[in-house]
């Protein structure tokens, strides 16, 4: 009987260089090529990190003020320390080495900043600054924001509640050129020290600017990153009254 069983197959052979141009481009797909641009972002951002912790431990362990701090780090690693991350570096630096002591710091410097805002209640008044942003230490002043366009009434209203304001030297700000600063001693009800209020006055149409506002990074909840809080706001995240 004639055997028709089916002969084998001779299957082409793949050449090797086609295997191994194969091999290159999977390797070439599961490997990320990062661009010349990005790795140096990367070593700049490694670089603006360091920088911003160096301060912030000088700042926080040293009890450096906060320009010396940053001068000396940027001097030291040539690179220029932007006010956020120099900020976020610093309640890193609270959150690392003080948590407990910075966490009871900042609720008296809050409390005693609610006493001064409702103190204020006549006038639009907000929290802002370090003390509400989470970045404050012991030395550090409650800073208010009133946006009212008669600023010598703010002063007549607390001499005649029998607070002694007077008139200080302006700062910087990112809202923009005050009207008039005020400064004053308020006693803290819970040391018993007295915390430094500066009261900066603005016209009312300032309001709508607000350059502290920033989306919060892993130390701050969202409203310590809202650039401004009033008193009624600032009771309720301190569950007060």
Do not use: Y
Not at 28 to 35: A, D, L, Q
Not at 100 to 127: G, I, N, Q, V, Y
């Amino acid at each position: 009987m004639a055997n028709w069983a089916t002969p084998p197959m001779n299957v082409p052979q793949i050449p090797r260089i086609w295997m191994c141009i194969g091999k290159c481009l999977k390797s070439v797909k599961e490997k990320r090529i990062v661009p010349p641009e990005k790795k140096s972002m990367d070593i700049q951002s490694r670089l603006l990190r360091q920088a911003a912790l160096s301060a912030a431990e000088s700042v926080v362990l040293d009890g450096t003020p906060w320009a010396a701090a940053r001068d000396c780090a940027q001097n030291e690693n040539g690179i220029r320390i932007r006010s956020d991350v120099l900020e976020s570096a610093v309640r890193e630096t609270w959150a690392t080495f003080k948590p407990r002591d910075h966490e009871s710091l900042l609720h008296e410097k809050r409390l005693c900043a609610l006493k001064a805002l409702r103190l204020l209640t006549p006038f639009d008044a907000w929290l802002c600054g370090a003390v509400l942003n989470g970045c404050a230490g012991p030395e550090t002043s409650i800073r208010i924001e009133v946006f009212e366009d008669d600023a010598k009434s703010v002063l007549l209203f607390l001499l005649d509640a029998g607070i002694d304001a007077q008139a200080i030297d302006d700062e910087p700000s990112p809202v923009g050129k005050q009207d008039l600063t005020l400064g004053f001693l308020l006693k803290n009800d819970i040391c018993g020290d007295f915390e430094a209020i500066r009261i900066e006055i603005f016209p009312k149409h300032f309001k709508s600017r607000n350059p502290r506002k920033r989306t919060p990074d892993a130390w701050q909840s969202p409203w310590e990153a809202s650039g401004r809080i009033s008193a009624e706001n600032l009771a309720e995240v301190l569950v007060l009254p």
